[in-house]
Protein backbone atom coordinates (compact mmCIF):
# COMPACT_ATOMS: atom_id res chain seq x y z
CA UNK A 1 0.00 0.00 0.00
CA UNK A 2 2.82 2.75 0.77
CA UNK A 3 4.25 1.73 -2.83
CA UNK A 4 0.95 2.38 -4.51
CA UNK A 5 0.15 5.49 -2.64
CA UNK A 6 3.90 6.78 -2.73
CA UNK A 7 5.16 6.11 -6.32
CA UNK A 8 2.90 8.89 -8.03
CA UNK A 9 3.75 12.52 -7.45
CA UNK A 10 0.35 14.51 -7.12
CA UNK A 11 1.33 18.24 -6.84
CA UNK A 12 1.32 18.87 -11.10
CA UNK A 13 -2.42 17.71 -10.73
CA UNK A 14 -3.66 20.27 -8.46
CA UNK A 15 -4.34 23.37 -10.84
CA UNK A 16 -7.03 25.01 -9.07
CA UNK A 17 -8.94 24.95 -5.65
CA UNK A 18 -12.11 22.98 -6.36
CA UNK A 19 -8.98 19.91 -7.49
CA UNK A 20 -7.08 20.92 -4.60
CA UNK A 21 -10.51 20.56 -2.38
CA UNK A 22 -11.33 17.41 -3.30
CA UNK A 23 -7.77 15.91 -3.57
CA UNK A 24 -7.53 17.36 0.31
CA UNK A 25 -10.86 15.80 2.12
CA UNK A 26 -10.55 12.66 -0.70
CA UNK A 27 -7.26 11.90 1.93
CA UNK A 28 -9.61 11.51 4.23
CA UNK A 29 -10.75 8.14 2.89
CA UNK A 30 -7.17 7.35 2.41
CA UNK A 31 -6.46 7.61 5.88
CA UNK A 32 -9.22 6.06 7.33
CA UNK A 33 -8.58 3.40 4.59
CA UNK A 34 -5.49 2.59 5.98
CA UNK A 35 -6.38 2.94 9.52
CA UNK A 36 -8.92 0.40 9.11
CA UNK A 37 -6.79 -1.97 7.22
CA UNK A 38 -4.72 -2.27 10.47
CA UNK A 39 -7.99 -3.14 12.49
CA UNK A 40 -8.98 -5.75 10.00
CA UNK A 41 -5.83 -7.32 10.34
CA UNK A 42 -6.43 -7.33 14.17
CA UNK A 43 -9.73 -8.94 13.64
CA UNK A 44 -7.73 -11.47 11.21
CA UNK A 45 -5.94 -12.45 14.09
CA UNK A 46 -8.15 -12.78 16.88
CA UNK A 47 -10.64 -15.22 14.24
CA UNK A 48 -7.71 -16.88 13.40
CA UNK A 49 -6.99 -17.53 17.12
CA UNK A 50 -10.22 -18.32 18.05
CA UNK A 51 -10.76 -15.44 20.63
CA UNK A 52 -13.58 -13.92 18.99
CA UNK A 53 -16.90 -15.62 17.50
CA UNK A 54 -16.89 -14.67 13.46
CA UNK A 55 -16.75 -16.31 10.78
CA UNK A 56 -13.97 -16.20 8.63
CA UNK A 57 -15.69 -14.65 5.85
CA UNK A 58 -16.45 -11.70 8.25
CA UNK A 59 -13.11 -11.23 9.44
CA UNK A 60 -11.38 -11.28 5.82
CA UNK A 61 -14.50 -9.13 5.18
CA UNK A 62 -12.83 -6.47 7.92
CA UNK A 63 -9.43 -6.48 5.76
CA UNK A 64 -10.59 -6.57 2.60
CA UNK A 65 -13.27 -3.97 2.36
CA UNK A 66 -10.41 -1.12 3.83
CA UNK A 67 -7.90 -2.46 1.28
CA UNK A 68 -10.16 -2.10 -1.73
CA UNK A 69 -11.41 1.51 -0.58
CA UNK A 70 -7.70 2.76 -0.07
CA UNK A 71 -6.85 1.06 -4.03
CA UNK A 72 -10.11 3.12 -5.24
CA UNK A 73 -9.22 5.77 -3.53
CA UNK A 74 -5.53 6.59 -4.30
CA UNK A 75 -6.13 5.44 -8.52
CA UNK A 76 -9.27 8.06 -8.66
CA UNK A 77 -6.82 10.92 -6.62
CA UNK A 78 -3.76 10.11 -8.06
CA UNK A 79 -3.27 7.78 -10.75
CA UNK A 80 -6.21 8.86 -12.40
CA UNK A 81 -5.44 12.38 -13.43
CA UNK A 82 -2.02 11.53 -15.20
CA UNK A 83 -3.71 7.99 -16.38
CA UNK A 84 -7.19 8.84 -16.86
CA UNK A 85 -8.55 5.87 -18.85
CA UNK A 86 -7.60 2.40 -19.92
CA UNK A 87 -4.92 -0.05 -18.48
CA UNK A 88 -3.74 1.54 -15.58
CA UNK A 89 -7.65 1.86 -14.40
CA UNK A 90 -8.67 -1.50 -15.43
CA UNK A 91 -5.37 -2.60 -13.12
CA UNK A 92 -6.33 -0.54 -10.16
CA UNK A 93 -10.28 -1.34 -10.08
CA UNK A 94 -9.80 -4.92 -11.07
CA UNK A 95 -7.30 -5.07 -8.22
CA UNK A 96 -10.02 -3.81 -6.07
CA UNK A 97 -12.48 -6.31 -7.15
CA UNK A 98 -10.00 -9.33 -6.79
CA UNK A 99 -9.57 -7.79 -2.79
CA UNK A 100 -12.95 -7.79 -2.25
CA UNK A 101 -13.06 -11.38 -3.46
CA UNK A 102 -10.50 -12.81 -0.94
CA UNK A 103 -12.77 -13.42 1.88
CA UNK A 104 -14.27 -16.12 -0.34
CA UNK A 105 -11.03 -18.20 -0.53
CA UNK A 106 -10.51 -18.40 3.16
CA UNK A 107 -6.72 -17.04 2.67
CA UNK A 108 -7.29 -13.44 2.76
CA UNK A 109 -4.54 -12.08 3.74
CA UNK A 110 -1.86 -13.85 1.54
CA UNK A 111 -4.20 -13.35 -1.74
CA UNK A 112 -4.60 -9.51 -0.65
CA UNK A 113 -0.81 -9.79 -0.23
CA UNK A 114 -0.76 -11.36 -3.92
CA UNK A 115 -2.85 -9.27 -5.97
CA UNK A 116 -1.02 -6.13 -4.47
CA UNK A 117 2.08 -7.78 -5.41
CA UNK A 118 0.64 -8.27 -9.25
CA UNK A 119 -0.75 -4.75 -8.76
CA UNK A 120 3.00 -3.12 -8.28
CA UNK A 121 4.69 -5.16 -10.88
CA UNK A 122 2.01 -4.25 -13.37
CA UNK A 123 1.49 -0.82 -12.97
CA UNK A 124 5.71 -0.43 -12.66
CA UNK A 125 5.82 -2.47 -15.82
CA UNK A 126 3.46 -0.23 -17.47
CA UNK A 127 4.32 2.89 -16.48
CA UNK A 128 8.28 2.53 -16.40
CA UNK A 129 8.05 0.83 -20.09
CA UNK A 130 5.69 2.96 -21.72
CA UNK A 131 2.98 0.32 -22.24
CA UNK A 132 0.44 2.33 -23.18
CA UNK A 133 -2.06 4.11 -20.64
CA UNK A 134 -5.00 4.29 -22.72
Known amino acids: MW???FDQQSGQWLTDNRVAFVWGYGH???FGAVASVGAGLA???DQAS???HISALAAGCAMATPVAVFLAVVWYLHIRPGHPSGT???MFLGA???VLLAPLTGLTAPVIGAVMVALVVGYTHATRTGL???
Open 88 to 90: IAV
Open 28 to 30: LLV
Open 96 to 98: AGL
Open 43 to 45: VLV
Open 132 to 134: PAG
Open 50 to 52: GTT
Open 3 to 5: WVY
